[in-house]
Nanobody
């Protein structure tokens, strides 16, 4: 069974920042693509960013790349999602997910068989 654990969510005011963490021991082993998704209330899951262990693929959705940054520390099997200048529309459950390999492009939910439980981000105006 593949384990992923997100943390770092919370309730913040607009303009603030958060660092989300995803601990994934199987990342950089047989599973070489980790992506972040988010799901706002009443909406489907939206691909946010993805990364490979060597960093050759590192991508954030165009609409978010001015405020979102994906990074990693393989020593602790962790991928981070830094979110700056938070907006109320960033309110969502944020998930990390694993796949065998990355496709260059916005991650799509169906490509990722392994998911964490999510961490909630709530932004108030």
């Amino acid at each position: 069974q593949v384990h992923l654990a997100e943390s770092g969510g919370g309730s913040v005011q607009a303009g603030g920042s958060l660092r989300l963490s995803c601990v994934a021991p199987e990342y950089s082993g047989r599973l070489n693509c980790l992506a972040w998704f988010r799901q706002a209330p009443g909406k489907g899951r939206e691909g946010v960013a993805l990364i490979t262990p060597g960093g050759a693929i590192k991508l954030v959705a165009d609409s978010l790349k001015d405020r979102f940054t994906i990074s990693q520390d393989l020593r602790v099997h962790t991928v981070y999602l830094d979110i700056d200048i938070l907006k109320p529309e960033d309110t969502a459950m944020y998930y990390c997910a694993l796949a065998t390999r990355c496709r260059w492009g916005i991650p799509m939910e169906y490509e990722y068989p392994h998911w964490g439980q999510g961490t909630q981000v709530t932004v108030s105006s």
